[in-house]
């Protein structure tokens, strides 16, 4: 016989409602189960005069199970657990630490009172799973917190601390950190007599319209494309509707329903999972020593040095920056602070702690100075051989066991980690432009790579806010070497007669942040260039020789105005047409559809190839990869996932109708009726 997560254990007159569920005390079947049973023991004992609830562990429940969603039903539904304790005739109270998160902090509001430590966090993040709080949580949020702060913790899905929470209701005591359930039990025992019962459901919400198209308004952006957050609107717009809360609930059910099964959630449920697997390795053993990073090297402080640099600051790791010339030295520390500053007057670090991060940072111009660091990530320019001169210089100064790694976006880790005596302390870590910001790590694993320095490098990934995914070596990784293949039919469509602003709306409209050729513009036209403006052998050639470079020249394959609006641009629309029609392709008209198969579907290809090969440990990496490199839409569920909701025959079909050769793996899950 199993035992149960939950057990209960008696202080004289207060029951205490234990869940251990690790590891993070998942609101399954089991528990769903033992809640019910702990609260009707309560009930039925006249000893007992009030009841806690509260976890083992490091958190209280951090939401439903989700392991459990679209499999049949055990048990009572949470819903009905919840309403069991809500109807409790003995006051019940939620003792919360850690995070209480979607179901569970649902469950906190059929409690009758909530009490939490200082450090604790309270949220339904559900929307980020393409979801909604479906177990009462729209309809008690607001009638605790008003509509403003429902709308934000459910359709934005960000959790709040303890204290913005008791100061909106949520919370009825802040209790001492290391106290909680001594101090839960105190309180108990002072309410234990009060009458009436405070119940979310019995409170009443007023309207309020206005917040509502502030809201919607503010987070337009945010929100395109996904179907979730317009569901949790409309969820608290119903509970301040007037409607009864049976109502409300009633109508909270059939939107949850609706979205569990749609394929957004799906999408976004399957992101949860792939970015937590996407951590592991599949053949470092486990319990590998990781080595210690206390001290990190940074080559070269243009835009990625310093932006790899600001990660470790920001985690309280010190930082040497080495530039060769004074003036990039002192550019590159510059931008840091204006950065960090910038943050500051947002409110997002005080000014000591900018100073602080600040302080963590020596800039050099002396590469000895790296002597002592356990980690050297080179971002200089990429170029082989002065990649490989440099790891000869270094496999000379760094200190033995120190782990070496380069930022290169596409260059082969191992040629240089053969220049040095210490092959298996040599790593790719690329990190993606804001470096900063975008949140992917892809970590290049070369041949002789140790299993500890991978290990270490994945496991350094989440201090620093990181999602690291590995890669084997191959040009591009699997990142750059997906993308290489929507450029060439996105040009071959402009020799048919699309025009670049057509397709890049097309990509757009399916969700991806800009198009291939506003992202040419962004990145510069000239990149790669010949730079012969005699040359003209594509329509790149043409652009670039007419000093069209993008928008750093103002115009590129659009025309900029001073506020950086790109418009449709006469003149290419000319070169164009130039180059069509001395080609012999014939013209033809594209639907969104049609550019979408064309551009993405060779993508999808590429993905199976680098599968098939070893170079991704499995499709749902290279999700990752797309998602959090690239800005793939999360409800798309990253290219993969998104080719299995198509149908792989049907990509199949569009990419021979284009002329692409078929990946044997594509081929072979197809013909099988399988996905990826
Ligand atoms: N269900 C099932 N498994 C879960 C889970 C959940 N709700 N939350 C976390 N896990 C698993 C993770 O998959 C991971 O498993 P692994 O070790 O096998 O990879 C393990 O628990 C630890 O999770 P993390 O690595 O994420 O641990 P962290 O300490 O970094 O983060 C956390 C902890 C903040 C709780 C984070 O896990 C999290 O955000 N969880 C999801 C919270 C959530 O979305 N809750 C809402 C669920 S939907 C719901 O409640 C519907 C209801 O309204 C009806």
């Given at each position: 016989?199993?035992?149960?997560?939950?057990?209960?254990?008696?202080?004289?007159?207060?029951?205490?409602?234990?869940?251990?569920?690790?590891?993070?005390?998942?609101?399954?079947?089991?528990?769903?189960?033992?809640?019910?049973?702990?609260?009707?023991?309560?009930?039925?004992?006249?000893?007992?005069?009030?009841?806690?609830?509260?976890?083992?562990?490091?958190?209280?429940?951090?939401?439903?199970?989700?392991?459990?969603?679209?499999?049949?039903?055990?048990?009572?539904?949470?819903?009905?657990?919840?309403?069991?304790?809500?109807?409790?005739?003995?006051?019940?109270?939620?003792?919360?630490?850690?995070?209480?998160?979607?179901?569970?902090?649902?469950?906190?509001?059929?409690?009758?009172?909530?009490?939490?430590?200082?450090?604790?966090?309270i949220g339904t993040p559900e929307v980020k799973l393409?979801?909604?709080?479906?177990?009462?949580?729209?309809?008690?949020?607001?009638?605790?917190?008003?509509?403003?702060?429902?709308?934000?913790?459910?359709a934005v899905g960000d959790p709040i601390s303890a204290?913005?929470?008791?100061?909106?209701?949520?919370?009825?005591?802040?209790?001492?950190?290391?106290?909680?359930?001594?101090?839960?039990?105190?309180?108990?025992?002072?309410?234990?007599?009060?009458?009436?019962?405070?119940?979310?459901?019995?409170?009443?919400?007023?309207?309020?319209?206005?917040?509502?198209?502030?809201?919607?308004?503010?987070?337009?952006?945010?929100?395109?494309?996904?179907?979730?957050?317009?569901?949790?609107?409309?969820?608290?717009?119903?509970?301040?509707?007037?409607?009864?809360?049976?109502?409300?609930?009633?109508?909270?059910?059939?939107?949850?329903?609706?979205?569990?099964?749609?394929?957004?959630?799906?999408?976004?449920?399957?992101?949860?999972?792939?970015?937590?697997?996407?951590?592991?390795?599949?053949?470092?053993?486990?319990?590998?020593?990781?080595?210690?990073?206390?001290?990190?090297?940074?080559?070269?402080?243009?835009?990625?040095?310093?932006?790899?640099?600001?990660?470790?600051?920001?985690?309280?790791?010190?930082?040497?920056?080495?530039?060769?010339?004074?003036?990039?030295?002192?550019?590159?520390?510059?931008?840091?602070?204006?950065?960090?500053?910038?943050?500051?007057?947002?409110?997002?670090?005080?000014?000591?702690?900018?100073?602080?991060?600040?302080?963590?940072?020596?800039?050099?111009?002396?590469?000895?100075?790296?002597?002592?660091?356990?980690?050297?990530?080179?971002?200089?320019?990429?170029?082989?051989?002065?990649?490989?001169?440099?790891?000869?210089?270094?496999?000379?100064?760094?200190?033995?066991?120190?782990?070496?790694?380069?930022?290169?976006?596409?260059?082969?880790?191992?040629?240089?980690?053969?220049?040095?005596?210490?092959?298996?302390?040599?790593?790719?870590?690329?990190?993606?432009?804001?470096?900063?910001?975008?949140?992917?790590?892809?970590?290049?694993?070369?041949?002789?790579?140790?299993?500890?320095?991978?290990?270490?490098?994945?496991?350094?990934?989440?201090?620093?806010?990181?999602?690291?995914?590995?890669?084997?070596?191959?040009?591009?990784?699997?990142?750059?070497?997906?993308?290489?293949?929507?450029?060439?039919?996105?040009?071959?469509?402009?020799?048919?007669?699309?025009?670049?602003?057509?397709?890049?709306?097309?990509?757009?409209?399916?969700?991806?942040?800009?198009?291939?050729?506003?992202?040419?513009?962004?990145?510069?036209?000239?990149?790669?260039?010949?730079?012969?403006?005699?040359?003209?052998?594509?329509?790149?050639?043409?652009?670039?020789?007419?000093?069209?470079?993008?928008?750093?020249?103002?115009?590129?394959?659009?025309?900029?105005?001073?506020?950086?609006?790109?418009?449709?641009?006469?003149?290419?629309?000319?070169?164009?047409?130039?180059?069509?029609?001395?080609?012999?392709?014939?013209?033809?008209?594209?639907?969104?559809?049609?550019?979408?198969?064309?551009?993405?579907?060779?993508?999808?290809?590429?993905?199976?190839?680098?599968?098939?090969?070893?170079?991704?440990?499995?499709?749902?990496?290279?999700?990752?990869?797309?998602?959090?490199?690239?800005?793939?839409?999360?409800?798309?569920?990253?290219?993969?996932?998104?080719?299995?909701?198509?149908?792989?025959?049907?990509?199949?079909?569009?990419?021979?109708?284009?002329?692409?050769?078929?990946?044997?793996?594509?081929?072979?899950?197809?013909?099988?009726?399988?996905?990826?």
């Amino acid at each position: 016989m199993t035992t149960s997560p939950i057990r209960t254990e008696r202080h004289d007159d207060i029951l205490v409602i234990i869940s251990n569920n690790p590891p993070v005390n998942a609101l399954g079947a089991a528990v769903r189960i033992g809640l019910d049973a702990a609260i009707k023991e309560g009930a039925g004992d006249d000893a007992i005069k009030a009841m806690v609830i509260r976890c083992d562990g490091r958190t209280f429940f951090a939401g439903a199970d989700i392991t459990e969603f679209g499999k049949p039903m055990t048990g009572p539904g949470l819903g009905e657990v919840i309403d069991a304790i809500e109807a409790s005739e003995k006051p019940v109270v939620a003792a919360i630490h850690g995070t209480a998160l979607g179901g569970g902090c649902e469950v906190t509001l059929g409690c009758h009172y909530r009490v939490a430590v200082p450090s604790a966090k309270i949220g339904t993040p559900e929307v980020k799973l393409g979801l909604l709080p479906g177990a009462g949580g729209t309809q008690r949020i607001p009638r605790i917190a008003g509509v403003k702060l429902a709308l934000q913790m459910t359709a934005v899905g960000d959790p709040i601390s303890a204290k913005a929470a008791h100061a909106a209701g949520l919370i009825d005591r802040i209790v001492g950190e290391d106290s909680l359930e001594a101090d839960a039990i105190a309180f108990a025992r002072e309410i234990a007599d009060k009458r009436p019962l405070p119940r979310a459901r019995e409170g009443s919400v007023q309207a309020d319209e206005a917040a509502v198209a502030e809201f919607k308004q503010a987070n337009a952006r945010k929100f395109r494309g996904f179907d979730a957050p317009a569901a949790n609107i409309a969820c608290v717009e119903k509970a301040a509707s007037g409607a009864s809360f049976e109502e409300g609930i009633a109508f909270e059910r059939q939107e949850f329903m609706k979205l569990m099964g749609g394929t957004q959630s799906a999408a976004q449920r399957h992101l949860f999972f792939a970015e937590r697997q996407a951590a592991k390795v599949d053949d470092i053993p486990a319990g590998t020593q990781l080595r210690p990073i206390k001290k990190v090297g940074v080559i070269g402080a243009g835009t990625m040095g310093g932006g790899i640099s600001m990660n470790f600051l920001q985690a309280g790791i010190p930082v040497t920056i080495v530039e060769t010339a004074q003036e990039a030295l002192d550019r590159g520390t510059g931008v840091i602070r204006r950065n960090y500053e910038n943050s500051a007057k947002k409110g997002r670090y005080t000014t000591e702690k900018v100073e602080g991060m600040m302080g963590l940072l020596t800039p050099t111009l002396n590469l000895e100075d790296l002597a002592d660091c356990d980690l050297i990530i080179e971002a200089i320019y990429e170029n082989m051989d002065v990649k490989k001169e440099l790891f000869g210089k270094l496999d000379k100064i760094a200190k033995p066991g120190a782990i070496l790694a380069s930022n290169t976006s596409y260059l082969n880790i191992d040629e240089m980690a053969a220049v040095t005596s210490r092959p298996g302390d040599v790593i790719g870590m690329h990190f993606f432009s804001p470096a900063n910001v975008m949140k992917l790590l892809e970590v290049v694993r070369g041949a002789k790579t140790s299993p500890d320095v991978l290990a270490t490098v994945m496991a350094l990934a989440k201090p620093i806010g990181k999602v690291a995914v590995v890669s084997g070596v191959c040009p591009g990784f699997i990142g750059n070497r997906m993308l290489s293949q929507r450029q060439g039919p996105a040009n071959k469509m402009l020799m048919q007669g699309a025009r670049p602003e057509q397709i890049d709306k097309a990509i757009v409209d399916f969700g991806m942040p800009m198009g291939p050729f506003q992202m040419s513009d962004l990145a510069g036209v000239d990149i790669g260039w010949h730079r012969d403006p005699t040359r003209i052998e594509s329509i790149r050639d043409a652009l670039a020789a007419k000093g069209r470079w993008g928008q750093k020249t103002s115009k590129g394959f659009y025309d900029y105005d001073e506020k950086r609006t790109p418009s449709p641009s006469p003149e290419v629309a000319e070169i164009i047409e130039d180059f069509r029609s001395k080609s012999n392709l014939p013209k033809q008209d594209f639907s969104d559809e049609d550019v979408i198969a064309a551009t993405l579907y060779p993508m999808v290809n590429e993905g199976a190839k680098i599968l098939d090969e070893g170079m991704a440990q499995r499709a749902s990496d290279i999700d990752v990869v797309w998602i959090y490199g690239y800005g793939w839409p999360i409800y798309r569920g990253g290219p993969m996932f998104w080719a299995n909701t198509v149908g792989l025959d049907k990509v199949v079909a569009g990419l021979e109708k284009n002329g692409v050769e078929v990946a044997p793996l594509l081929k072979r899950k197809a013909e099988a009726g399988e996905k990826f």
